[in-house]
């Protein structure tokens, strides 16, 4: 995700149509702590759910790698 899409998705939502850079600045924050959260629930399902203990963390470690890649 990066910031154009951050600030599409804050429109979407309805927040102001201009803000400051600080502003701006926090909201990609946000929107990073909100996917990282997500991410780790997913990956806290994968390992709980897959019936396959190694398969479960190889593909958690891949959806926590995710986030590395995206900064």
Request: hydrophobic share 45%.
């Amino acid at each position: 995700m990066n910031r154009e899409d951050v600030i599409r998705m804050a429109r979407e939502a309805g927040f102001a149509h201009s803000w400051t850079e600080a502003a701006g600045e926090a909201l990609e924050r946000f929107a990073a702590l909100v996917a990282a959260a997500e991410r780790e629930a997913c990956a806290e399902l994968v390992e709980q759910g897959t019936g396959d203990w190694l398969l479960g963390k190889k593909i958690a470690k891949a959806i926590r790698a995710r986030g590395k890649n995206e900064n």
